[in-house]
């Protein structure tokens, strides 16, 4: 359910970005935003095929690019008494460019993020793990954001991009979670909560479990 504030906060994001969003700096902003999307994207693209070479498996079956909408950005800077311009879009706001990596198993989403930063160009700012440390509703996930050069006609340009790492299975549950957030008609959002909770934490037991049975297999192999 909305509450009235956060309402009015994103009716009033709406109003401003639909004027914002049709600025030049704004839409040169995004592109860069996507010129950085497709650096990361490349990069891990590169370490999917080497990897693939080396154990005969990919370590990600999928991976999604997006950009925050007109109004999320404007919305985000509103909430923190930001000025609506592309100076504070850059300075201040780490998530507008994301990259979602979906693997099989959690040891892949460590060993990718881990080869990720270790490459002389990408530089990390920061990262929360909430597959070790999930949060109290049972979200789970690998978050990064770092810093890419990009490289244009008039010079390099340093660009942030978060990217989040997830199992099939997170990926599943946030998906199921989001969707059941925008429900209007829960009556007991405590218990529905409570009960994602646990499906949350039954689907990290099975993917415990399929991380040792692949592990039991490579042994044989």
């Given at each position: ?22 600025t030049k700096e704004f839409a040169d902003m995004m592109t860069l935003y996507r010129c950085a999307i497709m650096e990361i994207e490349t990069k891990l693209r590169v370490l999917n095929e080497e990897f693939s070479l080396q154990y ?147 689907l990290s037991q099975l993917d415990e479990e399929m991380e040792e049975i692949r592990k039991s297999l490579d042994k044989r192999a």
């Amino acid at each position: 359910m909305d509450y009235p504030e956060e309402s009015h906060l994103m009716k009033e994001a709406e109003e401003i970005a639909k004027v914002f969003s049709r600025t030049k700096e704004f839409a040169d902003m995004m592109t860069l935003y996507r010129c950085a999307i497709m650096e990361i994207e490349t990069k891990l693209r590169v370490l999917n095929e080497e990897f693939s070479l080396q154990y005969d498996r990919n370590p990600f079956e999928s991976i999604e690019s997006r950009l925050k909408s007109p109004a999320s950005i404007v919305e985000k800077m509103l909430s923190r008494g930001l000025e609506i311009n592309v100076e504070n879009m850059e300075g201040e706001l780490f998530d507008i460019a994301g990259i979602r990596v979906v693997c099989s198993f959690r040891e892949d989403i460590y060993r990718l993020a881990d080869l990720l930063v270790q490459q002389d160009d990408v530089l990390l700012l920061a990262r929360k793990d909430y597959i070790k440390h999930p949060k109290s509703n049972g979200y789970r996930s690998f978050h990064m954001i770092v810093d890419i050069p990009i490289f244009l006609s008039e010079g390099k340009r340093h660009m942030k991009v978060e990217v989040q790492f997830r199992t099939i299975s997170m990926d599943f549950w946030a998906s199921v979670d989001h969707k059941l957030k925008y429900k209007k008609e829960l009556k007991s959002p405590e218990e529905v909560g409570e009960r994602l909770k646990k499906c949350a934490d039954t689907l990290s037991q099975l993917d415990e479990e399929m991380e040792e049975i692949r592990k039991s297999l490579d042994k044989r192999a």
